[in-house]
């Protein structure tokens, strides 16, 4: 079972960046609004990619666990709220995986073994102790409990790191001031999950969108690596997100 929830979170991943963005740096202060120490929290929130519709059609991923490193490619459409549909191919274009996700769906097509799981995502939380909202930090969004969005946040130095507990996990967050993102993520685990790294590089920026083009997680329970490189994204997309259940796979659903 906790392959299934790898496979998601290596599905749900592949949430950021674009090669046709202009990359942020010096350059971007002067387009960065100044923010006062109580607002920097609540900038960063709405900052969050997942407060619009977009499309991924291509990203790169490498999987490394125990010195052996797979790559993939994979596409992604996501709508607002909590809609999504990935896409996970092997080197030969092959797909190995489609995960369509919603607040209250799971939907998983393993073509290799030609199984179709379904169930809730509160199973996530049931089985690891993880709310699957948390798995939205992967996209290097900010997930916060309404009651801190407001805290006073010393961002004097361009950078700050602040721990908070989001869900019952205790989150350190390292933030990006001037971009307005988070650079670092640490969710603590425990024995069944462990702790997850998540770290965020290479920033691009567009009108509004700030987005890193490069995500590294590291869970340190399975010493899984994973490094997505998102090549292209479109955002406000508006096209159509649909699932086809592939035809005579066993359906087991997760528990």
């Known amino acids: 079972m906790r392959k299934i929830t790898v496979i998601l979170l290596i599905l749900i991943t592949i949430i950021e960046g674009c090669s046709v963005f202009r990359k942020t740096g010096k350059g971007l ?8 120490p109580a607002n920097v929290l609540e900038a960063i929130v709405e900052n969050n990619i997942t407060n619009r519709n977009f499309y ?27 809609t ?10 092959i797909e190995a995986g489609r995960a369509f996700v919603t607040s209250d769906t799971i939907l998983v097509n393993d073509r290799v073994r030609k199984n179709l799981l379904t169930g809730n995502p509160q199973k996530i939380k049931s089985k690891y ?10 996209l290097g969004d900010m997930i916060l409990d ?37 650079s670092r993520a640490y969710i603590e685990g425990d024995i069944t999950s462990g702790n997850i ?5 290479d920033f691009m920026s567009r009108n509004s969108l700030t987005i890193p083009r490069i995500i590294e997680i590291n869970d340190d ?29 066993e359906v087991i659903r997760l528990k």
């Open 221 to 249: 329970l399975s010493s899984l690596q994973i490094e997505v490189r998102i090549e292209k994204i479109e955002d406000n997309w508006n096209g159509k997100i649909e699932f086809v259940p592939g035809a005579g796979y």
């Open 197 to 201: 790294t998540l770290s965020f590089k």
């Open 56 to 82: 991924i059609p291509k990203a790169s991923v490498t999987v490394t666990q125990n010195n052996v490193s797979t790559k993939f490619t994979a596409n992604l459409k996501f709508r607002k709220p909590d």
């Open 129 to 138: 102790g993880i709310e699957p909202v948390l798995l939205y930090i992967i």
């Open 146 to 182: 309404e009651g801190d969005r407001s805290r006073i946040i010393d961002c004097s130095g361009g950078t700050a790191k602040n721990e908070f507990e989001v869900r019952n996990k205790r989150i350190e967050y390292t933030l990006d001031c001037e971009k307005q993102k988070i």
């Open 29 to 36: 202060k002067s387009n960065v609004k100044e923010i006062a």
């Open 84 to 93: 999504l549909l990935l896409s996970l191919r092997s080197k030969l274009g």
